[in-house]
């Protein structure tokens, strides 16, 4: 159990609709990331917040946003769903930034699969 | 830009066999930072290994090792004595230092099995 909780575990939902993941990092960590695996793409990084700030973008769609709340839980807003964006969602947390050169462990929650139908 | 090629998709394996996963990295930083996770069939990423640019050591811990190369960019992972249980897809990850560099760069995974 890597402390990085995630929910929805599974989410089924239809094309044009909008759905939210959420995430609650490790406790102490400061840093979220979203990352999307999906089979042509592998896994690519959308986006990270640090301690409520947006730090770091990706390959994230405008569809796509994402905020961390105070409580540094963070929730990810998919809308205008396509088929395309069917695919596994993972928050993932970290100490620090690493852009300070802390090479902080970055630890993965189970994923939230959505499938877009 | 970082790149992470791990050039093998596929490995299978008879259970104790000893195997080895590669991983070749880029990157123009000095400075930077590799890891290993492990993606069992349920899907979720479990951390395995990090490993600073400025530490060569290799490292062993139980039936796993790695094998740090600055010489070659490379970061090989060897499981020896291999389980079943070892059947996932293992990524090979890349984080360089250095502001805008916050996120890690997976290399496309190559996924083990092992057959009983």
């Known amino acids: 159990d890597s402390g990085v909780t995630q929910t929805p575990k599974h989410l089924i939902t239809a094309t044009g609709q909008r759905v939210t993941l959420r995430c609650s990092p490790r406790?102490?960590?400061?840093?979220v990331y979203w990352y999307q695996q999906s089979l042509d793409q592998g896994l690519q990084f959308l986006i990270q917040y640090y301690n409520g700030e947006e730090r770091a973008k990706g390959n994230i769609l405008e569809r796509f946003s994402a905020q961390q709340f105070p409580d540094l839980h963070s929730e990810l807003n998919l809308s205008s769903l396509e088929l395309g964006d069917s695919a596994l969602y993972f928050c993932?947390?970290?100490?620090?930034?690493?852009?300070?050169?802390?090479?902080?462990?970055?630890?993965f929650g189970e994923g939230s699969w959505l499938t877009v139908v | 830009a970082q790149k992470v090629t791990q050039a093998q998709t596929e490995i299978s394996v008879v259970e104790k066999e000893d195997v080895t996963l590669d991983c070749v990295y880029e990157t123009r930083d000095t400075t930077y930072y590799l890891f290993w996770y492990k993606q069992p069939p349920s899907g979720e990423l479990v951390f395995l290994i990090r490993r600073n640019s400025f530490d060569e050591q290799n490292e062993i811990s139980g039936r796993y090792s790695w094998n740090f190369q600055k010489s070659t960019s490379s970061f090989n992972f060897t499981i020896t004595a291999s389980q079943v249980v070892d059947s996932a897809v293992y990524f090979c990850a890349l984080r360089s230092h250095g502001a805008g560099s916050y996120q890690l760069t997976f290399g496309k995974g190559t996924k083990l099995s092992v057959i009983p």
């Open positions: 406790s102490g960590d400061l840093s």
């Open positions: 993932a947390s970290s100490v620090g930034t690493g852009g300070s050169g802390s090479g902080n462990t970055i630890y």
